[in-house]
């Protein structure tokens, strides 16, 4: 499943609506909710005028794009005929309570049946985290402590319940169902960035600390460059259950439809027999995974009741995980992480050489419970797989970095002395090669039978910080950033394998990972081109 896919009926976005159905399809996706900003699309049509029943269905939907309170995604909606944008809705000035109340109206099987799905929440001008100002390591909101803050903190009415008073209580709301956690290539915000063990070249901080620190900044003490996954462990300690979800985010051909996706267990595997509300419990069963090619399932204790999204009860300190990783031939993982109540409990190590479609990774661990306060209390379990092998020619890398506001200010602001940070040059990589990349729902652990799960509170700062709290995840791209960094400054040769620099029309970089080089024969592309494939196609 894709919840989160663009077409020409979003501004941003060329792929006309036969051209998308067919993307879907080529990409395995077998439920498609379109989701265009503020005009609300019908993919069924194309899906019977390319005959592509047999592999697809599809899901009215839309995203109520703010330019104030963030994204938001609202599925299955009902299609209004005579509107011009069939449904969708005025944002501006709206918080977020009525955003989401209105989105349920437009339910196509009404509102109870209708999900809200909050969309990159760590954006920097477009994430509904980051508008409304919430602390990356508690989930409150982050003070305004100078006259500075004070005067550019929002106030309006979408953002305050007395609007114009910055200090008035906040519309922030958690009415929401979904989280996407994962979004296509948006890999610097999957995970909280931490002190890189490979540093870039560039001015580095004096003060830097030990490798897989958790970076905060020195006002305040937020997280400098916050990621989802850790957004989502804090609200999972904090008793929220939202469902975690990976989506595509395409808005074209380049951009693959599906290249993160969710997939739900709704019990049938035929798209021609399953139901949109089918999906929509499946979703609500939060047996889900969020992936871009790793298949990960995991229980505890029994294959039935502790299946993802359950809860269960024991009376013991310790419980079974079993655990299941397979994969297509062509992908391989280097590690899984379980979590327990945000902690790392445990890493397994996985043959990066090994072929997991052939050889399916199956075992299982015991695991204590948390016992943090001296005995063993309520814990959630999740899994993540990670992999450090690029997943071109399948999926391609990254490899112009994204424009966004705050480096237009920083531009216009650094000959006054306003623009930059305390980071320098050590901050999260925006061009690089895709890597597999897995995570599961939770499944829910009580210590007493017939109660309500009783979630644990967020870590403490130090508990977040520490190297021994570090996923591992961004060691790849660490490294990645600092080769192409590199690559704009060492001596150049004319001619390189895979992983030398050379320079075409005055760009240095390392070959391999991201452009061809005509000089370079062992550039796959260029292979791939000459067996016929990448010359590209037409509607």
Do not use: C
């Not at 004096?206 to 958790?214: E, S, V």
């Not at 997280?223 to 989802?228: C, E, H, I, R, Y």
């Not at 939202?242 to 969710?262: C, L, M, P």
């Not at 602001?413 to 990349?437: I, M, N, Q």
């Amino acid at each position: 499943a894709d919840t989160h896919i663009h077409s020409r009926n979003s501004i941003d976005s060329p792929m006309r609506l036969g051209e998308r159905v067919r993307s879907i399809a080529a990409e395995h996706v077998e439920w498609a909710v379109s989701t265009d900003h503020n005009y609300i699309t019908d993919f069924a049509p194309f899906i019977i005028e390319n005959h592509l029943e047999r592999f697809l269905f599809s899901s009215i939907g839309l995203e109520m794009t703010t330019l104030e309170s963030g994204h938001f995604n609202g599925y299955p909606l009902s299609y209004q005929v005579g509107p011009v944008t069939h449904g969708s809705f005025q944002w501006g000035a709206q918080p977020p309570d009525v955003i989401f109340q209105r989105l349920r109206e437009l339910g196509r099987f009404g509102s109870t049946n209708t999900l809200i799905q909050v969309n990159h929440p760590r954006d920097q001008i477009l994430g509904y985290f980051s508008q409304y100002d919430r602390h990356g390591l508690t989930m409150e909101e982050i003070p305004a402590t100078t006259l500075t803050t004070q005067l550019v903190k929002p106030s309006g009415p979408a953002f305050r319940k007395e609007p114009g008073n910055p200090a008035s209580e906040t519309t922030f709301s958690f009415n929401f169902d979904l989280l996407e956690v994962v979004n296509g290539k948006l890999f610097w915000e999957i995970r909280h960035y931490r002190s890189p063990e490979v540093l870039p070249p560039g001015e580095v901080p004096d003060n830097l600390p030990p490798p897989g620190t958790l970076l905060l900044e020195a006002d305040g003490g937020d997280v400098a460059f916050p990621g989802v996954v850790d957004d989502w462990f804090n609200l999972l300690n904090l008793g929220y259950k939202f469902i975690g979800v990976g989506t595509g985010d395409s808005h074209s051909g380049d951009d693959e439809a599906g290249q993160f996706r969710t997939m739900v267990f709704v019990g049938k595997d035929d798209p021609q027999e399953v139901t949109e509300l089918d999906m929509v419990q499946g979703l609500r069963s939060r047996r889900v995974l969020m992936t871009n090619g790793p298949m990960l399932d995991f229980y505890i204790n029994d294959p039935v009741k502790g299946v993802m999204g359950q809860t269960l009860s024991t009376t013991e300190p310790s419980v079974q995980l079993h655990y299941k990783l397979s994969a297509a031939p062509w992908i391989r993982v280097d590690f899984l992480n379980i979590w327990r109540n945000g902690i790392l409990a445990a890493r397994i190590n996985v043959d990066p050489n090994r072929d997991l479609a052939a050889q399916p990774l199956e075992d299982s661990i015991t695991l204590e419970l948390d016992q943090r306060t001296g005995s063993a209390r309520d814990s959630w379990f999740v899994v993540e797989a990670i992999s450090s092998t690029s997943m071109f020619p399948v999926v391609l890398p990254t490899e112009l970095p994204p424009l966004v506001l705050t480096d237009a200010v920083a531009s216009l602001a650094g000959p006054l002395g306003l623009g930059g940070d305390e980071f320098g040059s050590v901050r999260p990589a925006e061009t690089f090669a895709v890597v597999p990349y897995a995570l599961t729902n939770p499944v829910w652990i009580t210590t007493e039978a017939g109660r309500d799960f009783q979630p644990p509170g967020v870590l403490s700062v130090e508990e977040q910080r520490s190297p021994t709290n570090d996923p591992g995840f961004q060691r790849i791209f660490d490294q990645q950033n600092a080769a192409i960094k590199i690559a704009r400054k060492v001596p150049i040769k004319a001619e390189s394998r895979p992983g030398e620099l050379v320079q075409k029309k005055g760009r240095r970089r390392r070959t391999g990972l991201f452009y061809p080089d005509a000089d370079n024969p062992y550039d796959w592309r260029k292979v791939l081109i000459r067996m016929g494939y990448g010359h590209g196609h037409s509607e």
